[in-house]
């Protein structure tokens, strides 16, 4: 079974410039997270779909930042336009029942992103 | 303020002795406590969960505790092998939440030959 991906692994763009990442959850997997960790921080949560519904967006920095899962499979992660702070490991997660008997998270490998 | 506090500072264990990670938390009555493993370049992997009204839980060479009054988990690895060498996560999923997990930095775990 595959696993959560992410792509690109790396990007490196100007301040300014506007950069999407994909995620591919695990197959079945309803819950799709997005998490952030700049460098020598924890790592932060951003936002949660359930299906294509936004569950909770809290952790989104701010409105330069769109996250979208349309039907309900892999989801996109836009900055527009990007800012050095945006810098960090961008991580996507997926979990098939958060609030019930497997609410384990699984990882993909993480986008590096880095504006300069 | 909420937060999670682990070891900043890396461990360092001689191989086949007992490894044992700690994690602190404050202002959180969390659900369930998580641990994942994090290597270079790598996303984190879940390893083990913990419920709020479970003491302990064992998978192989792996053991946590969860200990609601203290606030505190303890990771254990027991045997441990250089491979069990990465930086180790935990993460809490406060009961008020639509599962934002909530995480600690992570301790650098190094195993020595």
């Known amino acids: 079974e595959a696993g959560v991906t992410q792509f690109p692994s790396h990007s490196v763009i100007e301040k300014g410039q506007t950069v999407t990442l994909r995620c591919d959850p695990i197959?079945?997997?309803?819950?799709l997270y997005w998490y952030r960790r700049v460098m020598g921080k924890e790592i932060k949560f951003l936002l949660h779909?359930?299906?294509?519904?936004?569950?909770?967006e809290s952790g989104m920095p701010n409105n330069r930042f769109l996250a979208e899962r349309t039907g309900g499979t892999y989801s996109t992660l836009k900055v527009q336009p990007a800012e050095l702070e945006d810098s960090g490991v961008y991580f996507c997660?997926?979990?098939?029942?958060?609030?019930?008997?497997?609410?384990?998270?699984?990882f993909g490998q993480g986008t590096r992103l880095t504006v300069v | 303020s909420q937060k999670i506090e682990q070891n900043s500072e890396a461990l360092n264990i001689q191989e086949g002795k007992t490894a044992t990670l700690t994690c602190n938390y404050t202002?959180?009555?969390?659900?369930?406590l998580q641990w994942y493993r994090q290597d270079p370049g790598r996303g984190p992997v879940f390893l083990l969960l913990?419920?709020?009204n479970e003491k302990e839980k064992r998978k192989e060479r792996l053991k946590v505790t969860f200990d609601t009054t203290l606030k505190q988990s303890l990771f254990h690895i027991t045997a441990s092998q250089p491979a069990d060498s990465a930086t180790y996560l935990c993460?809490?999923?406060?009961?008020?939440?639509?599962?934002?997990?909530?995480w600690g930095a992570g301790t650098k775990l190094i195993i020595k030959p």
């Open positions: 993460a809490l999923d406060p009961m008020d939440s639509n599962y934002q997990l909530i």
């Open positions: 202002n959180y009555s969390p659900a369930y």
């Open positions: 913990i419920r709020e």
């Open positions: 197959s079945g997997h309803d819950n």
């Open positions: 779909f359930v299906k294509e519904s936004k569950q909770d």
């Open positions: 997660a997926s979990s098939q029942d958060p609030w019930g008997s497997a609410p384990e998270a699984f």
